[in-house]
């Protein structure tokens, strides 16, 4: 698979197969993460992988969201300097962003589905995590061989993507076309 199927083709995996992630997936996956673009190559990041079933579950509870955490393979925390904190560059949670997606295409070009996660008790994810007061931790990725295997050659479905040109904008800003949010088949 190219970088451009993967892109075109992935799509968010919320129920895993119950086996576990195999080492060489797990270190591409990682491996995607540490080569990740940064802002002047800071590299402000840390991942925190979790593969054991209590811890993940304990996980899952940290977000309304993160029920899916408790049923992956593996998860991986991803821990930064904290963004909000006086002083610090919007650019950490940028060169976090391309460090995750870069994370989730690789896992997807290996048949290894995942989902984000958001943190909203990060207090409890530090308890459960056990990374230092000065470090903060917004997400999680879940990673699992999807339950339904199938998942990784379904089609897109149509409507699931705004129209390009409602996007895309060239020299200046232009209004969006009549069409529906949701007319593009991809």
Known sequence: MNVQDAVHTKRAVR???QRPLAEDDLAA???AGRR???AKNRQRWAFVVVRDRER?????????WCGHVAGAAAAIA???PDPRAEGAPLSIMWDLGGAAAQMMLVAWERGVGSCPATVYEP?????ILGYPEDMHCELLLSFGY???PE???RPNRAGGRKPFEDLVHHERWAPPTAASPADSDD
């Open 36 to 38: 990740a673009h940064s």
């Open 56 to 64: 993940l579950a304990a996980l899952a509870a940290v977000g309304p």
């Open 151 to 153: 998942v990784l050659a």
């Open 78 to 80: 991803l821990v930064t």
């Open 123 to 127: 207090d409890r994810a530090r308890e």
């Open 146 to 148: 999807p339950a339904d």
């Open 29 to 31: 996956i990682l491996e």
């Open 15 to 17: 129920e895993f197969a």
